[in-house]
């Protein structure tokens, strides 16, 4: 009985994951330092931050009316090489813009988006991984999509402009986007790490702000509130637009761009997956 006994709490303590690995393979891996091999480490990522939009709606950058809005993250690293990973993240974000706020205020229209979206990509770190910077700069991008969700304010109720089809054009709501980055990366522990990330997504549409190119002609849209949405000049004492006069600019699309604060937190590696195997209970 004695000889099994070790075997009995080797692999009892391996059954419930990370938290209870065996204390001789822990103790292993938390010396491993700079030896911890870099092909394979698995990290989740959780990110805060803000959203900005640049679209057909504001005309230059306006500091006392940015129109910021939340964006969170969650995501995961896989790393390839001393210097190379793979990295997904599911996102959400808010953005919104008023043209009360720019030059062509005449028009006066405005909108508000909460969509999510997902890329999947890659990340260059300046420092390789057994080097165990404390501070890795690192350049970041991917391919992904968002869903767009626009809204317009009438009377207090927020309404969604897709369906309305105010510039008489029926477009993709799951467009690409292309994302491209820089962060910082400061290392807390073995495990934790904290960085700041700047990070840009282009879309492959103009129609983030459900605006893009020209007044239509308003026996086109579906109905008086899409007519309403679609020209909201009046609203303001401003004479009806005619159409075919422009409402954005179709030879910009449009993008937003995040600043976020991120936590990394190293969840697993090849060895620890080796160790795990080695103290299973064996067979009888």
């Not at 303590?13 to 091999?37: D, N, V």
């Not at 500091?63 to 990973?85: K, V």
């Not at 509130?225 to 409402?247: H, K, M, N, T, Y």
Request: aromatic share 12%; net charge positive.
């Amino acid at each position: 009985m004695k000889h099994f006994l070790p075997v009995i709490l080797l692999s009892t303590f391996g059954f419930f994951g990370p938290k209870t690995i065996p204390a001789l393979a822990q103790a292993r891996i938390e010396g491993l330092g700079s030896h911890i091999p870099a092909r394979g480490v698995i990290s989740l990522t959780g990110g805060a931050g803000v959203a900005y939009y640049m679209g057909d709606l504001i005309d230059g950058v306006d500091f006392d009316n940015l129109g910021l809005g939340p964006s969170i993250s969650l995501g995961a690293l896989y790393r390839m090489s001393e210097h190379l990973s793979l990295r997904s993240e599911v996102r959400w974000y808010q953005v919104q813009a008023d043209q009360k706020f720019s030059r062509n205020f005449v028009n006066n229209l405005s909108f508000r988006t909460r969509n999510p979206d997902f890329y999947i990509g890659g990340q260059a770190d300046l420092f390789s991984f057994s080097r165990q910077a404390p501070v890795n700069p690192y350049f970041m991008a991917g391919v992904g999509f968002t869903y767009l969700s626009p809204k317009a304010n009438l009377n207090g109720e927020w309404i969604s402009l897709a369906p309305l089809t105010t510039e008489a054009v029926k477009y993709s709501r799951t467009p690409l986007l292309v994302m491209a980055g820089i962060g910082v990366a400061f290392k807390l522990t073995d495990r934790w790490g904290l960085g700041v990330e700047l990070c840009n997504n282009f879309l492959n549409s103009d129609y983030l702000d459900d605006v893009s190119s020209f007044y239509p002609q308003p026996d086109a849209l579906p109905n008086d509130l899409a007519r309403q949405l679609s020209d909201r000049s009046p609203e303001i004492g401003e004479p009806a637009r005619q159409p075919g006069w422009q409402r954005g600019n179709p030879g910009v699309k449009d993008t937003y761009i995040f600043m976020s604060l991120k936590a990394n937190y190293l969840l697993t590696t090849r060895f620890l997956a080796q160790q795990r195997k080695k103290t299973r209970c064996p067979r009888l």
